[in-house]
């Protein structure tokens, strides 16, 4: 029979063995996660552009969206007052050094004028721009939110995606799996003939203002309403930025 304390020495050996093991797994689960984390945003972005881009995202590697992103995409961070931010005030506001690691969902719990924004300017393979701006609102059953793709004039919507936390298959959950549905807002404008920021209102019972609206989705009017308000709410939190880059 084994002695007393060569039981509880080999107890404490492989405790510690089986501790090490399980940190290593947390460890390496934690790296991989955090990246595909980081690939799911990027390519969200990226998604927002994919009719400008030239290839198509569904068919890239981890690795691909990564070098496109990097390679294609300029980041900036802006306050509420349309003021670029440098890193160091960015790192100081909110702990982190890039626009794509915003998590706005925390900002959206700040007070307004203590919030900002990301900023995220496409140049395609002609060089034109495009500037995404991260837009989020709530759903029927938790967050949705969306990328918007803004031509160069700052007015035109030049495309746009849109996804959710826990929206309903077949209703809700539409806003990111009907391609017909998204692409109405493509062409849409934030401003009228008069200047004015109307944004773009999703609408039941037909369009009548073909510039600002779009037809709503049959049975998800939760989930509609909230897409209504975040492109309203959300979208005007930029014009300050939009007005400065309009005028020059």
């Given at each position: 029979?084994?002695?007393t304390?060569?039981?509880?020495?080999?107890?404490?050996i492989?405790?510690v063995?089986?501790?090490l093991?399980?940190?290593?797994?947390v460890?390496?689960l934690?790296?991989?996660h955090?990246?595909n984390?980081?690939v799911?945003?990027?390519k969200?972005i990226?998604s927002?552009?994919?009719?400008?881009l030239?290839?198509?995202l569904?068919?890239?590697t981890n690795?691909?969206v990564?070098?496109?992103?990097?390679s294609?995409?300029?980041?900036k961070?802006i306050?509420m007052?349309?003021?670029?931010?440098?890193?160091?005030q960015?790192?100081?506001?909110?702990?982190?050094?890039?626009?794509v690691?915003?998590?706005?969902?925390?900002?959206n719990?700040?007070?307004?004028?203590e919030?900002?924004l990301?900023?995220?300017?496409?140049?395609?393979?002609?060089?034109?721009?495009?500037?995404?701006?991260?837009?989020?609102?709530?759903g029927l059953?938790d967050?949705i939110?969306?990328?918007?793709?803004?031509?160069?004039?700052?007015?035109?919507?030049?495309?746009?995606?849109f996804d959710?936390?826990?929206?309903?298959?077949?209703l809700?959950a539409e806003?990111?799996d009907?391609?017909a549905?998204?692409k109405q807002?493509t062409?849409?404008?934030?401003?009228?003939?008069?200047?004015?920021?109307k944004?773009?209102?999703?609408?039941?019972?037909?369009?009548k203002?073909?510039d600002?609206?779009v037809?709503?989705?049959?049975g998800?009017t939760i989930?509609?309403?909230?897409?209504?308000?975040?492109?309203k709410?959300?979208?005007?939190?930029y014009e300050?930025?939009i007005l400065?880059?309009?005028?020059?």
């Amino acid at each position: 029979m084994f002695s007393t304390s060569y039981i509880i020495k080999f107890t404490l050996i492989m405790t510690v063995i089986v501790s090490l093991v399980l940190s290593l797994l947390v460890s390496g689960l934690k790296d991989v996660h955090s990246e595909n984390e980081s690939v799911y945003n990027k390519k969200g972005i990226l998604s927002a552009v994919s009719a400008q881009l030239g290839k198509d995202l569904n068919t890239m590697t981890n690795t691909e969206v990564q070098e496109v992103f990097s390679s294609k995409i300029t980041q900036k961070v802006i306050n509420m007052k349309g003021e670029e931010l440098t890193p160091d005030q960015i790192k100081k506001l909110t702990g982190v050094s890039t626009a794509v690691e915003i998590d706005l969902g925390k900002e959206n719990k700040k007070p307004v004028a203590e919030r900002v924004l990301p900023v995220f300017t496409f140049k395609d393979d002609k060089n034109k721009e495009y500037n995404i701006l991260y837009v989020r609102g709530k759903g029927l059953w938790d967050e949705i939110w969306g990328y918007i793709a803004m031509d160069s004039d700052w007015n035109s919507i030049a495309g746009q995606a849109f996804d959710h936390k826990g929206e309903t298959p077949g209703l809700g959950a539409e806003i990111k799996d009907n391609k017909a549905w998204y692409k109405q807002f493509t062409g849409r404008k934030l401003y009228d003939s008069n200047g004015n920021f109307k944004s773009v209102s999703v609408v039941k019972g037909g369009i009548k203002v073909v510039d600002h609206q779009v037809d709503a989705i049959s049975g998800a009017t939760i989930t509609g309403n909230g897409v209504d308000e975040m492109m309203k709410r959300g979208l005007m939190y930029y014009e300050p930025y939009i007005l400065k880059n309009k005028k020059s």
